[in-house]
């Protein structure tokens, strides 16, 4: 299993980089992945959906579908895919430390 080291601290991740430990995953964290997917700055935005992924992946297991998402993190569609271009559910999960949420190609 490969390790990377963000903020400092190696965590094991899967073949395509999601965390194999979400409690791994701390704050400090998430501007590096972001970079790495090509985001530059995490806005307000992007912190809203980012906890709300974590949340839903610790109530429930997994994190939110696009679908979802836009219906309960408070950003909209359109927006999710503004502020995660490269599919919002699937990075969203990757910059918050969770596993690829289930139905992500």
Not at 12 to 34: K, L, Q, S, Y
Not at 76 to 102: D, H, N, S, T, W
């Amino acid at each position: 299993m490969p390790t990377v080291t963000y903020a400092g601290t190696p965590v094991p991740v899967n073949d395509e980089g999601f965390f194999t430990d979400p409690d791994r995953w701390n704050e400090r964290m998430a501007p590096e992945i972001a970079r790495e997917a090509g985001i530059e700055t995490l806005t307000e935005e992007h912190w809203q959906v980012i906890k709300h992924v974590r949340h839903e992946y610790a109530e429930k297991g997994s994190g939110p579908t696009v679908r979802a998402l836009g219906k309960t993190s408070g950003v909209g569609v359109k927006e999710l895919y503004e502020l995660f271009p490269k599919g919002p559910a699937k990075l969203a999960a990757k910059i918050a430390g969770i596993p690829k949420p289930r139905g992500c190609i």
